[in-house]
């Protein structure tokens, strides 16, 4: 198999959906299935929150809009 | 193939770089960010390593992780959540530490190097901790035994290590699961004493010594010795996921009583002579300051046999004559010592830096032997992995340096006369230089020795300590005072050279070979007892470092030619750092040490830099 | 000059703030973490200096920041209980090696100038104690720093233009810095609301099965081998 030895725009991505895969394979591995949906709903919330953190610098800004 | 160990994340951040099956470089990121204990990406660590190989990230074949993190975040989840309703601080905290950052791991180190996540690997912690302890043990096979606080699940493990076709074939036989874990109890009755945990366990340790074990009945109910010789811990008297809100519960305090205060005294003094329990009766003890003497020695003897039994149940599991022992308990040299003595194992290997700092070195290992560039067998290492530096610049500074000016910064309560200057002298050879100190030392001088590459792991080897001679209680009382900062109740160790080991140890010989590293608590033979006194802990024993002079060539030196006019190759080592921080790696923050404290000569490689009056 | 709101933040601070149990030594502790930077970026500054003299004059500074570090550990301990944590933030060079070294210095110069003006008014709203001994000390001696550190960049070859134009750079990534950690104190308060409700609500139906499996006592999937996430 070849290595692929470049990090591409992408990879950052990638690497976070299939660290997102591993862990819930690592869950069930350890007979904690129960966790999966929990830890889906733990990472949409990351999601969300990394969102309004990426945005909360111009929050006043977009306060001021309203 | 150029393999990068790394482990970070919770405590003592480290990298090692293997190139070829030779360990070029290895340090802990503490030494280069002055932080205790830096849990950050080791991004100077690394840096040095690749320095010293003159490499680049991309230079790279394999980066390995020393740590499953997703393994380690169902243990942090599950355990954050099992104590529901009463765990919402532990759990919001935890989340946002794991899914802020902790979880994301591998991709953070893929985007720190520019590395391919192709060439990235992990392992578990235990395993790192295994092949840590394996590879560079020179075993053929060994039987295997970690005990740490936590890893990703498990809290102590039992492996057989054996080289088959030229790799390292490492098999599970046992991990017993979070929370029955000797380490963070340990950690746990550390905190209660009143010291740091993850820290200042070697405090406990120490206290330890003052103590009867009166309550060590009820430990053993606490860690509770099960017929298959492994144990469990009774978690009610423990609350390990809020570790530094409250890691005891009130239950714990109901039978041991109330918590010590950090400054709650502790008159225990390892240099009191001929009192009883080697208490001293300058100042009286209080019921309360025994009673965490107690504690201390119940919890050390209810360690030392439940190690034991897992011992003994790896014996049975992997027959072997040889052990290798790491995790972060490995640090416990009283311990160790039992193990020496009471094991079923002949020979005990412990790496040189057993703790979490030194998975990055087992992780590089490993997967470089995998890779098949690894002789089997060959490699054992030394500690002396990190940083060298050459301090011509920064001692030509010591003549611009108005002394004047830094004595109003001394240490608290330190003072030094008006007068007082800084002079330096740079020696042509080593045998010289070790002639003016070793006059120094036996002068009841303090002197920091500062040489070459810093040792990878907790404990100075003579690269970076602080040397008195080690018949003088009083001058290490002033070590303690002005250098050290150092609780009376925390003894000193020596280091001997391998000539006079016999000599100093009353111990068998052939163990000599063990005692390289100071990992083990050994008693001293009565005849020099009187010689190294200062350096003895109350029941007579000392954490030794025998020295020889294939590893440390320049501080062997320095061991024979001071043993030539102290009659034996012995010095009182402690580690060069201040109170609350790390050993030193730069001269810069040597000289700083030197001059702030009642340190009287400091050597940086060739240089000698003395504080002279007039 | 501190602004308005830095002014009432402390003032609160240290009349209600600290009053509460374990928050004036986690403050000291920040103080001290705060003296301690000031000191690593000094002498990390160093090497990139050549001239001995001016390396003396930065060790000399870093000795009495050193000694500002420590009166502040020796104020922790006496309000607190517990034995002090080292701090844990990531530390990283201010500048790029190849930068010229008077840069590190003028950060550094912003810095003490902001921390004195900051020490010196919880001084003044403090009542005597170890910590206001403590703060005396190190306000008087902070005040000769900015002066001692401007020379210095002088002496380091910086014009006073290059100087004014890096100070006013240091000033606005600060003052940028203060406003990211204030956008990212909102978003955590939106993160621990969100993660206690997701707690009280998932983990009632997930303990039981939590306290479950920590009641086992061996680890049965065995995780012991070299993994890659790519595969």
Redesign the interface.
Do not use: C
């Given at each position: 198999m070849t290595i692929d030895n470049r990090r591409h725009w992408y990879t950052g991505i990638a690497l976070l959906a299939k660290t997102a895969a591993r862990t819930f394979s690592t869950l069930r591995s350890h007979r904690l299935g129960r966790f999966v949906p929990f830890l889906g709903v733990l990472l949409f919330g990351a999601i969300v929150l990394w969102f309004i953190n990426t945005i909360a610098p111009l929050a006043p800004f977009v306060y001021s809009l309203f | 193939m150029k393999v990068l160990g790394i482990s970070y994340g919770y405590h003592d951040s480290s990298a090692c770089l293997v190139v070829d099956g030779r360990i070029v470089a290895g340090a802990a990121e503490e030494r280069f960010t002055r932080q205790k204990h830096d849990p950050n990406f080791p991004t100077y660590a690394i840096e040095h390593c690749l320095e010293k190989a003159r490499l680049t990230p991309r230079d790279l074949d394999e980066v390995v992780f020393h740590e499953d993190p997703h393994a380690k975040f169902s243990r942090v989840l599950c355990a954050a959540v099992a104590p529901f309703p009463g765990s919402r601080k532990e759990f919001v905290n935890s989340v946002k530490a794991w899914l802020g950052r902790k979880l994301w791991s591998l991709n953070t180190i893929s985007k720190r190097l520019n590395v391919a996540p192709d060439r990235i690997s992990y392992l578990s912690h235990h395993f790192s901790h295994a092949v840590t302890g394996f590879i560079g043990s020179g075993f053929d096979e060994a039987a295997i035994l970690i005990v740490d606080a936590v890893g990703d699940w498990a809290c102590s493990a039992l492996y057989k290590g054996a080289w088959v076709d030229g790799k390292p074939k490492i098999d599970r036989l046992l991990e017993i699961a979070y929370p029955n874990s000797l380490g963070l109890v340990y950690s746990a009755v550390t905190a209660y004493l009143g010291f740091n945990p993850n820290d200042s366990e070697c405090s406990t340790m120490a206290l330890a010594g003052f103590g009867r074990p009166i309550f060590a009945d009820k430990i053993r109910e606490i860690i509770t010795k099960l017929d298959d010789d492994s144990y469990e811990v009774d978690q009610s008297y423990f609350s390990f996921q809020s570790f530094y809100r409250g890691p005891v519960t009130e239950r714990f305090l109901k039978a041991f009583g109330p918590a010590r205060a950090t400054n709650d005294k502790l008159p225990f003094n390892c240099f009191s002579d001929g009192q009883s329990n080697g208490h001293s009766t300058e100042e009286s003890i209080s019921s309360d300051a025994q009673r965490f003497a107690d504690v201390a020695a119940s919890v050390q003897l209810v360690l030392e046999e439940r190690v034991l039994g897992l011992a003994q149940k790896l014996h049975s599991m992997a027959p072997s004559e040889n052990l290798c022992f790491a995790g972060g308990v490995s640090l416990n040299c009283v311990l160790n010592s039992r193990l020496l003595r009471e094991s079923p194992f002949e020979n005990i290997y412990i790496p040189p830096d057993p703790g979490d700092g030194g998975t990055a070195i087992g992780a590089a290992l490993y997967c470089s032997a995998l890779g098949g560039s690894l002789a089997p067998r060959s490699l054992s290492y030394s500690p002396y992995l990190g940083a060298e530096f050459d301090e011509t610049s920064d001692a030509a500074m010591v003549k611009h340096i108005k002394f004047e000016h830094i004595l109003g910064y001394l240490k608290r309560g330190l003072t030094l006369p008006a007068n007082t200057r800084l002079t330096s002298k740079t020696f042509d050879s080593d045998e010289a230089l070790c002639e003016e100190v070793s006059t120094l030392l036996m002068e009841r001088n303090i002197v920091g020795w500062f040489n070459g590459r810093f040792e990878l792991g907790p404990r100075a080897l003579g690269n970076r300590s602080i040397l008195v001679r080690p018949d003088d209680t009083a001058l290490a009382e002033r070590l303690s005072r002005t250098v050290k900062d150092r609780a009376a109740f925390r003894p000193y160790a020596f280091s001997v050279s391998e000539e006079d080991a016999t000599k100093a140890l009353a111990i068998d010989p052939s163990l000599n070979r063990m005692m390289r590293w100071m990992q083990y608590a050994v008693p001293v033979r009565p005849e020099i007892a009187n010689q190294v006194r200062a350096a003895l802990h109350v029941d007579g024993t000392t954490r030794v470092q025998v020295c020889n002079a294939s590893e440390n060539p320049t501080y062997h030196a320095l061991l024979t030619t001071f043993g030539r006019k102290f009659g034996i190759g012995t010095l009182l080592n402690t580690s060069f750092n201040p109170s609350g921080y790390p050993i030193v790696a730069t001269p810069v923050e040597a000289m700083a040490m030197f001059v702030r404290t009642g340190m009287d000569a400091l050597v940086l490689n060739r240089t000698l830099i003395r504080k002279e009056v007039g | 000059m501190l602004n308005p709101i830095e002014r009432i933040k402390i003032k609160l601070a240290v009349s209600l703030g600290w009053t509460m149990q374990g928050k004036l030594p986690e403050a000291i502790r920040n103080f001290q973490a705060t003296e301690?930077d000031g000191?690593?970026h000094l002498?990390r500054g160093?090497r990139l200096l050549?001239d001995?003299?001016q390396?003396?004059?930065v060790?000399?500074h870093?000795?009495?920041e050193?000694?500002h570090a420590?009166?502040f550990?020796?104020a922790y301990?006496h309000y607190?209980?517990?034995?002090?944590?080292?701090?844990?933030?990531?530390?990283?060079d201010l500048y790029d090696p190849k930068s010229p070294a008077w840069k590190t210095f003028a950060f550094v110069h912003v810095g003490e100038h902001d921390a004195t003006e900051r020490f010196r008014l919880i001084h003044k709203e403090l009542g005597n104690g170890v910590l206001k001994e403590s703060l005396g000390k190190i306000v008087a001696d902070e005040e000769g720093h900015v002066d001692l550190t401007h020379d210095l960049l002088l002496a380091m070859g910086a014009t006073p233009g290059q100087i004014k134009r890096e100070i006013l750079k240091v000033r606005l990534k600060r003052a940028w810095d203060r406003?990211?950690r204030v956008?990212?104190g909102?978003?955590?308060i939106?993160?621990?609301a969100?993660?206690?409700l997701?707690?009280?609500v998932?983990?009632?139906?997930?303990?039981t099965?939590?306290?479950r499996?920590?009641s086992?006592?061996?680890?049965?999937?065995?995780?012991?081998?070299?993994?890659?996430?790519?595969?």
């Open positions: - | - | 301690a000191v690593w002498r160093m050549a001995p003299r390396k003396a004059i060790f000399s870093s000795i009495e050193e000694s420590d009166e550990t020796r301990h607190g209980a517990r034995p002090m944590q080292p701090a844990n933030y990531e530390r990283a406003w990211l956008g990212k909102v978003v955590d939106f993160a621990t969100l993660l206690s997701i707690y009280y998932a983990g009632f139906f997930l303990f099965a939590a306290r499996k920590l086992s006592r061996f680890v049965e999937y065995d995780n012991n081998h070299l993994k890659k996430l790519s595969r």
